[in-house]
């Protein structure tokens, strides 16, 4: 279904039943076409629903380069209903649980079991493939009412994500106690969101020790070698990265907040939304600069944002060196394909190439051109 987001308030004043034509993939919309955009636009249809067919033969294939480079690809999952798309579109498991929608469309906190529950049927749904869980990641765009969060000028650089558990460590520490006890019967990661210091990892690590702690007095069994990791979203994050790397196993880029960071934009503001794009080579140099350092301290790395899902960026992911990619469930299919038409060496050149342009569209009009040949 296509959508097209941050259009003007006067679309609300279109009468009922006018007709409309939409193109999600280039964000435009025409009122009333004419006959030969409607023709244009059914044909892109048709072009797009053959190539879907297409991509679902590449669905429970490896994501393989030409030369057998093999780059792992994992969903962007919610719930349990997103869970069982994901395998069925072919993810090699999650990259991502966005664990707050747990907390939203209630009254309150979830308690310890309810919690454990959801991330023991993720985990079944998956066998033993990896389950990273983010742990709650609220404020910004994603307020809980009955949290009483307060009202702020800025909330993309407030009170948000790990700032908002350390302060809270009681809601921090019933989470990871959920994910420990969940992660004895299945691959579980704890990943924790919005890290832009030293001293916030090792806060967070104290409050998770404590859990494992108390979970052992009680004699309630977990993975005592689970994998801990942060995301990379902010430019801090991207400048010590050495530092961050000798605190964790893994880093996860999360490019939606990393871009808005790096471009000064808040990406809910259509006034700016033309300057959000994860291909300007500002945040592509930074990636890149990511996953050097972790590879450098033998930790893996990932990427788990909007970026994964833009199919002419395939050969960056490639290129990037990335270990993996997580990314909505339904482009899995076509990333995978789109990742078998190029070799390392190619997905390399391109990539260095990219990254000495000026700006965003500069880079989308070679990845179209690298994609298309």
Known sequence: IPAVVGVPSEILQIANGTLLGMDGEAGRVWIKPDAVTQAALKGKQ????????????????????????????????????????????????????????????????????????????????????????????????????????????????????????????????TQLKAILTASDKGKIKIMFPMITTVAEIKAAKTILNQAKTELQQTNIPFDKNIEVGIMIETPSAVAIADKLALEVDFFSIGTNDLTQYIMACDRTNPKVANLVSALHPGVLRMIHQTVEIAHQHNIWVGLCGELASEIIAAPILLGLGLDEVSLNPQAIPALKRAIANFSVSEAEAITGEILQLEGAEEVREVLIKSVIS
């Open 46 to 173: 048709e072009k797009q629903q053959a190539s879907q067919q297409q991509n679902l033969a590449f669905a429970h294939q490896r994501a393989t380069s030409r030369d057998g480079k093999n780059i792992g690809v994992l969903a962007n999952v919610s719930n349990i209903n997103d869970a069982q798309i994901a395998l069925d579109m072919g993810a090699e498991g999650v990259g991502l649980f966005r664990s707050e929608f747990l907390y939203f469309n209630r009254e309150n906190l979830p308690t310890v079991e309810e919690q454990i529950s959801i991330y023991q049927q993720v985990t079944e749904v998956f066998q033993k493939r990896a389950v990273i869980i983010r742990t709650l990641d609220i404020g910004g765009d994603k307020p809980l009412p009955y949290l009483n969060l307060p009202s702020e000028n800025n909330p993309f650089l407030g009170w948000r994500g790990i700032r908002y558990c350390l302060d809270n460590p009681d809601i921090l520490k």
